[in-house]
């Protein structure tokens, strides 16, 4: 977990160096006029397929400023019960921080957050069993939001747990409102 902590604070600090620069280059040539997506659509509801949540997830992320959004996440894989009873259900739920690097309608960002993964069984002779884990994860993605409100997200993931990472791709499709 050491090191999951240590990956998300690298990324928060190479975001927090990179983007006053940013800042910066995006708001010397910028038509003041014109309203970036992300202020005039600041939420958005999406489905990500692969990404943090191993297979998928459905997402809503609220845009507090033009450079940095909030984001919760939830998914499920299970089953009803089987021929022999027996049924299991895996809940994940995410949550994270995403920063942007430019005032434009697509930007590169930067995220980090942590996972929750429930998972519950009542196979085996012994009853219900129940067991909670959970998972860090950094990334480096590129979004393009329109002012029609749609909404393309590509991450890739290091997932991080136990001393151990992942990399992983995330796609996002959603509508943003």
Known sequence: MRLCRM??????????AWAPS????AGAGENKDVTLARTALPNDLG?????RSIIYSFSYQRTLTPLIGL??????????ATSGG???????GGAGGR?????????PFVTAGAVMISATTDAGPFGSDHSTAN???????FEFRSR???LFRGTAYGLFANNAYFIWPGLTVGYAF
């Open 86 to 92: 027996a049924s299991e259900t895996v809940l994940f």
């Open 7 to 16: 990956a998300i604070f690298v990324a928060v600090a190479l975001a927090a």
């Open 148 to 150: 029609a409100g749609l």
């Open 135 to 141: 998972y860090g994860y950094t990334g480096l993605g």
């Open 22 to 25: 940013a800042l910066a280059q």
């Open 99 to 107: 920063l942007y690097f430019m005032h434009k309608d697509a930007s």
């Open 47 to 51: 489905i990500e397929l692969l990404g």
């Open 71 to 80: 984001e919760v996440s939830v998914s499920g894989l299970g089953s009803g």
